[in-house]
């Protein structure tokens, strides 16, 4: 099991910046995926943005290129997601995604969700 602890959301004005932080509770599989969804109020779950192990591919929403930046720092199990020029839209609630292969099998993982509000 891994348990996943998110940070970082907040109340911000439309053109701000927030930085988000998963912190995996140990260390995931070498063959793994990282990132972040997201649901805003009365719609679907939403892929941000993902990272792969390998090749190390980043892939983000057609929403969200541009101005938001996913990395990873392996050495500490975490994942952080750097939006910038945030608007409205981007209100919602973010989730860490991790999957990791282990023995072959693909396990996923859910964190509980960090609240994003951005005034206009």
């Known amino acids: 099991q891994v348990q996943l602890v998110e940070s970082g959301g907040g109340l911000v004005q439309a053109g701000e910046s927030l930085r988000l932080s998963c912190a995996a509770s140990?260390?995931?599989?070498?063959?793994?995926?990282m990132g972040w969804y997201r649901q805003a109020p009365g719609k679907q779950l939403q892929l941000v943005a993902t990272?792969?192990?390998?090749?190390?591919?980043?892939n983000y929403a057609d929403s969200v290129k541009g101005r938001f930046t996913l990395s990873r720092d392996n050495a500490k199990n975490t994942v952080y997601l750097q939006m910038d020029s945030l608007k409205p839209e981007d209100t919602a609630v973010y989730y860490c995604?991790?999957?990791?292969?282990?023995?072959?099998?693909?396990?996923?993982?859910w964190g509980q969700g960090t609240q994003v509000t951005v005034s206009s």
């Open positions: 995604y991790v999957r990791e292969m282990v023995t072959s099998l693909w396990n996923a993982y």
């Open positions: 990272i792969s192990s390998s090749p190390g591919s980043t």
């Open positions: 140990r260390r995931i599989s070498s063959i793994n995926v």
